[in-house]
């Protein structure tokens, strides 16, 4: 052993391999149980008295044979006297300090989920350095538990990590509400367990689709009823915005305009671009797959998609959180162009909402500015929140341990107070949160009805910010009659307002347009009162109009395009409690319009 390694290396393989007695082995587990603190915070007397163990351990234990152990610790001080290691005063003062500090001390109790996930990955030897920071790790740990608490049962679990943005290095890891109690799935790591992410894949889809040219950042979607047969989507709240941009559709998380723009891209597409970039749901590997991903049919650990928000924050290179010190960093990985993450930076970014209130609840330091995206899965059974700045990187998950339904359970009632409030406690850094995305971006001239690259057709037109090397192929295909206008298409699924396709187009107000005569609604009549039955207090109600056979028509409620008929066929529609307006158009643009009301 001489031969090839010196003597202080010898001695620190002895020091971490020494018998304690009972289970303790090591220098650190001695002083820890013994003293409650760190080998390097021992004294000299305290580090005398753990040296003159490992000679008879059982017999020289200090709690059960103080004296034996005292007498052991004498002659180890003498002898360093004698040797010249220590001063005749440092001596005596050793031999006279009393053992305040010992006693039998528990272990340090903290990150236990990534302190079992280091033990149980990988054998070392000597002092393990994780990445953790212990005060951000504690103050998680606490804003955890405390959020928990305040749902009065709604979930029972969560899982925080937080992570430096530059270095992908792992600040703090709380995998469950409380590793050490007696409750079910304490000691489960939650931030490896595989659930539905809900919509927080939507800014990947919306990167994705810009990144391949199908999707500007101002284009105008079209959020309505869609149809694929036997998949029908719909939204969270049950209710349609219609028209929106796709910035609005991102943050307001609206799940029709992803199906659609999901469609552009292909599903096939999207799932091998999500094994590619990490996410190891076996899932992923059906032969059947659908439009459902950017809705939560896929299955991540708070750990993957952490990863792939990394490359957001990070201009595109994505990597694992890192969470050890030692060895090679995990290879990054180029998740998405540095301009198109610069143009999701831009479009996910909002204010977050209050912190916690009660004891917690205090001024912040510094108000950060933040992207963040939230999602729920399908039956409240999953609650996440991610969020990003220049600094940090902060995921949540919140639900119930057997992974049951918990109505009311939500991404931005349960799991977003809990990031807002992590990240306002974050300690700030000497340079800015939020970076300058000019560099990644360029200036475009688009339509100002349609958001999309302007044609010569386009009367008015806006500067809109896009990724800089976005190719500008696709542009306004919108016709632009004089008047107002109201765009329609047989459903949200077909809509696309580039290249030259045809549009209905309704010019002017429905409610202020007379029946021409030539199209009237046959059913219901004008004014019709219908009394609902239903337990949701909806009807059915059978919309005819007077069009021909050979024609189409195109049926309206309250300004929102319901869906087509041919000619004389009845078009079923449900309609909600209130006042409201059917109106109908056909091909050559003619229009009528009658109110209802359902009570």
């Not at 198109?340 to 912190?355: H, R």
């Not at 059974?381 to 998950?397: I, P, S």
Request: overall charge neutral.
């Amino acid at each position: 052993m001489e031969r090839t390694l010196d003597k202080r290396k010898i001695l620190e393989l002895y020091l971490n391999h020494a018998p304690f007695g009972g289970n303790i082995i090591g220098i650190e587990a001695a002083a820890r149980r013994f003293f409650g603190r760190s080998a390097r915070d021992l004294s000299l007397s305290e580090a005398a008295l753990l040296a003159g163990m490992p000679q008879a351990p059982s017999r020289l234990n200090p709690l059960k044979n103080p004296q034996g152990a005292l007498k052991r610790r004498n002659e180890i001080l003498r002898r360093l006297l004698r040797a010249g290691i220590i001063s005749k005063a440092a001596c005596e003062e050793a031999l006279n300090a009393p053992m305040v500090h010992l006693g039998r001390h528990d272990f340090p109790r903290e990150a236990a989920h990534p302190a079992f996930n280091v033990r149980n990955a990988k054998s070392f030897s000597g002092i393990v350095q994780t990445t953790l920071d212990r005060d951000i790790q504690r103050i998680t740990e606490l804003v955890t538990r405390a959020h928990l608490a305040r749902l009065n049962g709604l979930a029972d679990q969560a899982a925080v990590i937080v992570m430096d943005v530059p270095s992908g290095e792992v600040l703090a890891w709380v995998g469950s509400r409380d590793f050490w109690a007696d409750a079910p799935g304490a000691q489960v790591d939650h931030a490896r367990s595989r659930r539905s992410p809900g919509s927080a894949l939507k800014p990947f889809v919306y990167g994705l689709a810009m990144e391949r040219g199908l999707l500007y950042p101002d284009e105008l979607l079209l959020d309505g009823p869609v149809d694929y047969g036997s998949y029908r989507p719909g939204n969270f709240s049950g209710d349609f915005e219609g028209l929106v941009t796709t910035t609005e559709a991102l943050r307001m998380s609206l799940n029709i305009p992803a199906v659609v723009v999901l469609k552009r891209i292909g599903s096939d597409a999207f799932r091998s671009w999500l094994v590619g970039s990490g996410i190891r749901d076996p899932n992923l590997m059906r032969e059947v797959w659908g439009l459902g991903s950017p809705l939560g049919s896929v299955e991540v650990t708070l750990e993957e998609l952490l990863r792939l928000y990394l490359g957001i924050a990070r201009f595109g290179s994505a990597q694992s959180p890192v969470l050890l010190r030692c060895g090679e960093p995990p290879p990054a990985q180029l998740l998405l162009r540095p301009d198109v993450c610069a143009m999701l930076w831009k479009m996910m970014e909002q204010p977050l909402p209050g912190d916690l209130p009660g004891t917690l609840e205090r001024e912040a330091r510094y108000a950060p500015r933040v992207c963040w995206k939230t999602g729920t899965s399908a039956g409240y059974r999953d609650a996440w929140a991610v969020g990003f700045n220049a600094h940090y990187l902060v995921g949540v998950w919140v639900g119930q341990d057997s992974g049951s339904r918990s109505p009311g359970l939500t991404g931005r009632n349960a799991a977003l107070p809990i990031l807002g409030a992590v990240f306002r406690r974050l300690p700030p850094k000497d340079y800015p949160d939020y970076p300058d995305l000019s560099q990644w971006l360029k200036k475009v001239r688009v339509c100002a009805d349609s958001g999309m690259p302007a044609s010569n057709r386009c009367p008015r037109t806006i500067e809109s910010d896009m990724p800089r090397r976005m190719p500008l192929e696709r542009v306004c295909g919108l016709p632009h009659q004089p008047l107002n206008h109201f765009l329609c298409a047989d459903s949200a699924g077909d809509w696309d307002l580039a290249g030259h396709r045809h549009f209905p187009v309704i010019n002017g107000p429905i409610s202020e347009r007379a029946p021409s005569g030539r199209l009237t609604i046959l059913s219901p009549a004008a004014n019709a009162q219908f009394i609902a039955t239903s337990a949701d207090g909806a009807v059915e109600v059978l919309l005819k109009s007077s069009a021909t056979k050979s024609g189409s028509v195109y049926w309206f409620l309250d300004g929102i395009f319901l869906g087509q008929s041919m000619g004389e066929a009845a078009f079923p529609a449900r309609i909600s409690p209130g006042d409201h307006q059917i109106a109908v158009m056909d091909d050559s643009g003619d229009t009528s319009a009658v109110y209802i009301s359902v009570e």
